[in-house]
């Protein structure tokens, strides 16, 4: 019999590392992107929870890596090598990237949600890792897990249900 594995959680603008049987969950999925690298052979995923696009929209000096989709992807990318996966059997999952709030004022910095999604997007194409899977965009939040072992993302969106990708 398989033993139930603990559910790895990752916090907004941060990031993780999980190795089947275990799983790994972030919540509060708004205009954040959850972005999901899996080495299908290894069992072993990594999360970031990205917030915003880019870290020159930082307002510290000290930048959290994870916020940002431009140094949270390569931090990621960077922890499964030092867990021994090869970057070149990394895939992708993504999630999120909501549109919160409508603005009359058409803005393009009120586009969060979308932002998100083009920067992590950009960022994985940057680095040759293939986007197997997304549920982006809309205007709800979202609570998602990835399971290493079946390779599934659940997702949870406020008012629509679960499903997997």
């Known amino acids: 019999m398989i033993g139930q594995g603990q559910v790895v959680k990752v916090g907004i603008a941060d990031m993780n590392t999980a190795k089947a049987p275990d799983t790994i969950r972030t919540s509060g999925l708004g205009s954040c992107v959850g972005v999901v690298l899996y080495d299908e052979r290894s069992q072993i995923a990594g999360l970031v929870h990205v917030m915003l696009p880019d870290s020159s929209l930082g307002r510290t000096e000290t930048i959290n890596i994870a916020k940002f989709a431009d140094t949270g992807i390569p931090a990621m990318i960077e922890q499964l090598k030092l867990e021994g996966v090869q970057p070149f059997r990394l895939r992708a999952k993504i999630a999120g990237g909501a549109q919160m709030f409508q603005f009359s004022s058409g803005k393009d910095t009120m586009r969060i949600g979308p932002r998100n999604v083009e920067a992590v997007k950009e960022y994985l194409k940057k680095f040759s890792i293939p986007i197997v899977a997304e549920d ?21 969106t406020v008012n629509q249900g679960v499903r997997d990708i």
């Not at 982006?136 to 390779?151: D, Y």
């Open 136 to 156: 982006t965009g809309g205007s709800s939040g979202r609570t998602i897990e990835f399971n290493p072992m079946t390779k599934l993302l659940n997702i949870r």
